[in-house]
């Protein structure tokens, strides 16, 4: 519980401090949308909603939209991006939902930080529909700039964050009973870049060059694994 509870009160005090700055801008989720088609009458599970733009996104296009987040900070941030969701406070190992409620569920950037990571895809198996579509974004322990650099993981990584290779991702969600529909890069990191800010000419090579090689290297060093799932 203690575990549990030193994540609850890191997220919570990230949220109060950068509020709907916390994590990616809006127009970074319509990847998503995309991935998994989500659909007007589509009921969708976002688990770790943040600051809810993923949520927001499905239901303006008529999606039933459902969020969960532990921190209470995020929950208040996403009712008020998306008041047409139903979102509450809850870990992703225990969702108050019945059996096989939703045809597509996310969970980006969080399951890593999970005190029970087993536990949180056995919940996701169970609360989706057997022909459901499902997406889970992993962080790469053999992701190339932390090779470099030689210190591995986010400014998560002193809570709780598990790294690991795309073999062993993809291990894990096969053994939790899961079909491995595709993997993709996240390249949001890169795309993210302000590549003229600072105004620091090698600053901006480098950005330019760091920005072309991540498109061209190869899947296991990228960043973070997009996987899109469905249930065996």
């Given at each position: 519980?203690?575990?549990?509870?030193?994540?609850?009160?890191?997220?919570?005090?990230?949220?109060?401090?950068?509020?709907?700055?916390?994590?990616?801008?809006?127009?970074?989720?319509?990847?998503?949308?995309?991935?998994?088609?989500?659909?007007?009458?589509?009921?969708?599970?976002?688990?770790?909603?943040?600051?809810?733009?993923?949520?927001?996104?499905?239901?303006?296009?008529?999606?039933?939209?459902?969020?969960?987040?532990?921190?209470?900070?995020?929950?208040?941030?996403?009712?008020?991006?998306?008041?047409?969701?139903?979102?509450?406070?809850?870990?992703?190992?225990?969702?108050?939902?019945?059996?096989?409620?939703?045809d597509r569920l996310t969970c980006i950037g969080a399951l890593e930080h999970f005190s029970d990571i087993d536990k949180g895809l056995s919940e996701f198996y169970r609360v989706t529909q057997k022909d459901a579509?499902?997406?889970?974004?992993?962080?790469n322990s053999q992701y190339f700039y932390w090779l470099l650099r030689q210190k591995k993981g986010t400014e998560q990584y002193g809570i709780k964050e598990k790294l690991a290779t795309l073999d062993e991702w993809?291990?894990?969600?096969?053994?939790?009973?899961?079909?491995?529909?595709?993997?993709?890069?996240?390249?949001?990191?890169?795309?993210?870049?302000?590549?003229?800010?600072?105004?620091?000419?090698?600053?901006?090579?480098?950005?330019?060059?760091?920005?072309?090689?991540?498109?061209?290297?190869?899947?296991?060093?990228?960043?973070?694994?997009?996987?899109?799932?469905?249930?065996?």
């Amino acid at each position: 519980m203690k575990k549990k509870e030193k994540i609850r009160d890191w997220y919570n005090s990230r949220y109060r401090q950068k509020g709907t700055e916390s994590w990616r801008p809006y127009e970074a989720y319509e990847i998503y949308m995309d991935l998994l088609n989500i659909q007007e009458g589509q009921r969708f599970l976002d688990v770790a909603c943040g600051t809810g733009y993923l949520l927001k996104q499905a239901s303006e296009i008529g999606a039933k939209t459902f969020g969960v987040d532990i921190s209470s900070e995020a929950v208040d941030i996403s009712k008020n991006n998306s008041p047409m969701s139903e979102i509450e406070v809850s870990d992703g190992e225990n969702l108050n939902y019945p059996d096989g409620f939703f045809d597509r569920l996310t969970c980006i950037g969080a399951l890593e930080h999970f005190s029970d990571i087993d536990k949180g895809l056995s919940e996701f198996y169970r609360v989706t529909q057997k022909d459901a579509l499902l997406c889970v974004v992993l962080p790469n322990s053999q992701y190339f700039y932390w090779l470099l650099r030689q210190k591995k993981g986010t400014e998560q990584y002193g809570i709780k964050e598990k790294l690991a290779t795309l073999d062993e991702w993809s291990s894990l969600l096969q053994n939790s009973g899961y079909e491995i529909v595709k993997v993709l890069q996240d390249t949001w990191i890169f795309r993210k870049l302000r590549l003229f800010k600072p105004l620091n000419p090698v600053k901006i090579v480098c950005k330019i060059l760091s920005r072309s090689l991540y498109r061209l290297i190869p899947l296991k060093y990228t960043y973070q694994f997009i996987f899109i799932l469905k249930k065996k």
